[in-house]
């Protein structure tokens, strides 16, 4: 039986109507929309029977693929599925590029950068070029911070729906890493408005003591939120937040740089999809 109401185009189009296509599809329709679905409101999506999607399902969350949420009755992104994407995302052609964006800027202030994606409640590294300078913090590609305590992982939740954040934070532990950690969730809330309106975010010794992180948002190229953060880290003996502020506009010029890549390498992908 074929997915009805949200078939994905390539599925439509090649008529590859396989038990392997069918499984693609219904993870396509999870994915696609920022709530968690139940196997009845999957049923009310797709217009597959009951116990298709229960077998379905099933499969996924032995592969790993999906998870079921605390609830036992809803549905969201399994281990393996993250993963999958992250190795994209690490993988991706236009690393080249970006990490051309990084050296350079990295060559005009001084101070060690990463570029940085979502990943369930953790931010993770995707590229990270180091300054030269004898005193830096090393946290290579593939390195996983909380969302709460770190100026990338504020930037993306800032942009999140107050729904979606709450539901967010709910499944995260706001662990005190330091002294400085914000672990009350009010305090957060207000902390990631201020985030909203200002632009960017500070991590002000929130992760790691003698730490200080600025992060921007690399602007969107689509319709969907932005999955990608650019950051300056450096010691606080080195780097305060008032001077921090001052590297603002270069951080953002190389934010512009990277989204200008992807909406440039956006027909290419779209022509190969």
């Known amino acids: 039986m074929k997915i009805v109401k949200s078939l ?18 219904l993870l396509e329709v ?36 999906l998870q079921r949420e605390g609830d036992g009755r809803h549905y969201g992104m399994g281990t393996r599925l993250r993963r999958l994407a992250e190795n994209l995302l690490f993988n991706d052609s236009l690393h080249g590029a970006r990490h051309t964006v990084l050296r350079r800027l990295v060559e005009e202030i001084g101070e060690s950068c990463n570029l940085t994606a979502l990943s369930g409640s953790e931010v993770v590294y995707l590229d990270r070029v180091e300054t030269a300078a004898p005193l830096r913090f090393y946290l290579h590609p593939g390195s996983r911070v909380p969302v709460h305590c770190s100026a990338s992982g504020k930037m993306f939740l800032a942009q999140m ?3 979606q954040r709450r539901r967010l934070l709910a499944n995260a532990s706001l662990e005190a890493y330091t002294a400085s950690t914000l672990t009350d969730a009010a305090a957060l809330e207000a902390e990631i408005q201020r985030v909203r309106k200002n632009g960017f975010a500070i991590d002000n010794e929130e992760f790691l003591p003698g730490l200080l992180c600025i992060a921007a948002l690399v602007p969107a190229t ?7 953060c650019i950051a300056v880290q450096a010691p606080v ?3 305060d937040i008032a001077k921090a502020k ?6 953002q010029r190389a934010a512009l740089a990277l989204s200008r890549i992807d909406a440039d390498a956006a027909p290419a992908r779209r022509a190969q999809a």
Do not use: C, W
């Open 8 to 25: 994905p185009p390539a599925t439509e189009a090649t008529g590859a109507d396989t038990p392997a296509m069918r499984l693609f599809a």
């Open 30 to 65: 999870i994915a696609a929309k920022d709530q968690r679905y139940s196997l009845q409101g999957l049923v009310e999506e797709t217009g597959l029977p009951k116990p298709t999607l229960h077998r379905m399902l099933q499969q996924m969350e032995g592969a790993g693929l």
């Open 161 to 163: 729906g107050q729904a």
């Open 222 to 228: 689509g319709e969907s939120p932005s999955n990608l």
């Open 237 to 239: 003996m080195r780097l």
């Open 246 to 251: 001052t590297l603002l506009p270069a951080l």
